[in-house]
């Protein structure tokens, strides 16, 4: 044997070694003794551990090159043990190098034995700080590994695990000794390891590392609940960029995971009621409303949403305390997220439905408790649907879900918002019920509010009515046509009137007068007129002196100022006597000619008083049209007064068709939608 020739200094198949294996690490130094202790074999790395060249080391005595005087005794006698009893002997022992220092060396020695028989002595040696650094770092590396808090494996080319350690054991709920030779999908079937093995062959062909991977699973640790983990992978490489496998470490966020899934939610929450606060209760209509209500909450928080009030809610009728036995309810909006069978299975807006006691939506607005059935099953569905057919279109398209929420406003119970769920697949929760009932609670308001609204409203449009006549009288020469339209923004009774008064020899008093300003007393002080305006008209008084005797009136009416047009119809002179007090001037329409605006002074308003008033005599020919309105049907908050005058009689010039479509006409070209004020018309044609 010659130094350098010993076996190991090459690998399988010739090839050399890359020299950066841990025995490289510790540069672990062979040397072969004789048995009379001289050396016979001197590996490179003895060359680098003691300081002699092989040249400077073959043949001579091992006891007087490497070890001082001081401990040869010692050497000699742990040598003679190796050879004669075959003993193999470890431990530290202090070498002389050829610097003349003296280095603590970790041996392992043996003996060897040649095909003569021959007696051989192997030492093999490395430097003892080398070894202990060694040491710390591997008892180091077991630590971290052993006593890390985060799941760390180690995974080989194939994905098949190599090393689990005992935090990873615990996530997985497996012992790590089954991980070994396993792959992922055989340890944790209920984690997408389709997709985690895609990732990791990523990281293994490009060495790029993929960091806080998030994944979400069950594994038999903790089989009933999903859980999350937070993953990273690293490539392992060896020497000369060999591929060895890759690791992983895994992290249980999952308490994060729920908190951040939590706070999303709680986002989502007040972002619907934000949205409902914008969305919900734009009008004073109940119909709208109810539907504002079903369109915010699908599909947010439900695949179908249905707003049911109880019919004696909407009419007023329904006593202070709920009742014990069926209920008639009135579908006023349904809502679905997509096609589904579930929403032929809804009352149809506008219909009333009878639900027995025993029905859910009937427990909700008799106890004004939500009502919660988180997994439905046929029997929650016959107590659900209106009727055993609709109860089958539910189960067919897969409601599994329902929860159902009071109306309550101003501590009634006025009727209840309806829930279900088919496609998102999680049933109602607790969350879900506070966030329903939140939404229906804002939404009740706004609900109460339009049904009393719609009450006095039509109560206010029944009452002006009531104060004005019924259809106009016929007279000799005359036809007549006219309209009253309530203000449609505002719930109060308006002040605006129209009148057909008979006279003596066949003539006719036509009147419109507006009350400024609204409510009940407009109402009262509007018929007083009324009254009053018959009463002088019958005395064949001139026009103006009518409104002389009304203004009169109106300063004592409470500071009250109206405004008023009186004409009287003479059908023998074909002509009509117009008195105007502070009122828009009548349009007048010749039988064969434009129409025009009629030149009439236009005086002050009753109850300013002072003021004088004159007659106008206008031409009123067989043919001839007369148009008398109030402000309501013409005035605008963006249009100038003059534009929409000549807009008027615009119209009229074309509209030369039967009086009642003409009125018609008029109201639907010049009304605006939500209009704030009421308009009262009056259109007389001369018969001759």
Not at 122 to 128: F, H, N
Not at 322 to 348: C, I, M, Q, W
């Amino acid at each position: 044997m010659t130094a350098g020739s010993f076996p190991g200094t090459t690998g399988r198949a010739g090839v050399p070694l890359d020299g950066t294996g841990l025995l490289d690490v510790l540069g672990v130094a062979a040397v072969v003794v004789d048995a009379q202790g001289r050396i016979v074999l001197w590996s490179p790395q003895a060359e680098a551990l003691f300081g002699f060249a092989a040249e400077e080391a073959l043949g001579r005595y091992v006891a007087r090159l490497i070890v001082g005087a001081e401990h040869r005794e010692e050497a000699m006698r742990l040598f003679g043990e190796v050879l004669r009893e075959g003993t193999a002997w470890a431990g530290t022992f202090p070498v002389r190098h050829k610097d003349g220092t003296v280095r603590q060396v970790e041996f392992r020695n043996m003996r060897l034995t040649d095909d003569l028989g021959g007696l051989y002595a192997l030492g093999i040696a490395a430097d003892r700080a080398a070894v202990e650094r060694v040491e710390t770092e591997l008892a180091l590396s077991d630590r971290l590994v052993s006593q890390s808090p985060i799941g760390l494996a180690v995974l080989d080319t194939e994905l098949r695990y190599v090393l689990v350690n005992p935090a990873l054991e615990r996530i997985n709920g497996v012992p790590a000794a089954l991980h070994v030779g396993r792959r992922i999908g055989d340890m944790l079937p209920r984690v997408d390891a389709t997709a985690l093995e895609a990732a990791l062959r990523t990281v293994l062909a490009t060495g790029t590392p993929l960091l806080d991977h998030p994944v979400i699973g069950r594994t038999p640790a903790d089989p009933d609940r999903d859980r999350a983990w937070s993953l990273s992978f690293y490539r392992l490489e060896g020497a000369e960029d060999r591929v060895l496998g890759v690791a992983a470490s895994v992290i249980d966020v999952t308490e994060r995971h729920r908190a951040d899934a939590e706070a999303n939610r709680s986002r989502r929450r007040l972002a619907l009621i934000a949205e409902a606060s914008a969305r919900v209760g734009t009008t004073l209509e109940v119909e709208r409303t109810a539907d504002e209500l079903a369109s915010v909450v699908v599909p947010t928080l439900a695949d179908i949403a249905a707003v049911d009030v109880l019919d004696s809610v909407l009419t007023l009728r329904r006593p202070g305390a709920p009742e014990e036995g069926p209920e008639l309810f009135r579908a006023l909006a349904v809502k679905a997220s997509g096609r589904t069978e579930a929403l032929p299975a809804a009352d149809p807006p506008g219909e009333v439905a009878m639900y027995g006691a025993d029905r859910l939506v009937t427990r909700c607005v008799h106890t004004g408790l939500p009502v919660l059935v988180q997994h439905v099953d046929p029997g929650d569905l016959a107590r659900i649907a209106r009727s055993p057919e609709a109860a089958e279109l539910l189960a067919r398209a897969g409601v599994h879900s329902y929860l159902a929420v009071p109306l309550i406003a101003r501590g009634e119970v006025l009727g209840a918002l309806d829930l279900k769920r088919d496609r998102n697949a999680l049933p109602f929760d607790g969350d879900d019920v506070l966030l329903a009932t939140e939404l229906a609670s804002r939404a009740a308001v706004s609900i109460d509010n339009a049904r009393w609204y719609q009450s006095v409203r039509n109560s206010a449009v029944t009452l002006q009515r009531s104060l004005l006549p019924g259809a106009p009288p016929e007279r000799a020469g005359l036809e007549v046509a006219a309209r009253y339209q309530p203000a449609q923004a505002s719930s109060e009774v308006g002040g605006d009137w129209y009148d057909v008064i008979p006279l003596p020899d066949d003539k006719t008093a036509l009147v419109v007068g507006d009350v400024m300003g609204s409510g009940i007393d407009a109402a009262a002080t509007m018929g007083r007129l009324r009254t009053a305006t018959c009463a002088f008209a019958d005395l064949d008084l001139s026009p103006a002196q009518v409104l002389k005797h009304l203004d009169r009136i109106t300063e004592g009416l409470e500071h009250y100022i109206a405004t008023c047009l009186f004409a009287v119809h003479d059908p023998v002179h074909g002509r009509c006597r117009i008195a105007n007090a502070g009122h828009l001037p009548p349009v007048r329409v010749p039988a064969h000619g434009p129409a025009e605006l009629v030149d009439v002074p236009p005086g002050v308003p009753l109850g300013v008083g002072g003021g004088t008033f004159r007659t106008t005599r206008v031409p009123f020919e067989p043919g001839d049209r007369l148009v008398l309105y109030t402000d309501g049907l013409i005035e605008t908050r963006h249009d100038a007064i003059d534009e929409r005058l000549a807009l008027l009689v615009g119209l009229l010039d074309e509209a030369r068709g039967p009086l009642e479509e003409t009125c018609d006409h008029l109201l639907r070209a010049l009304r605006r939608p939500g209009a704030a004020d009421d308009v009262a018309l009056l259109i007389a044609r001369s018969t001759g």
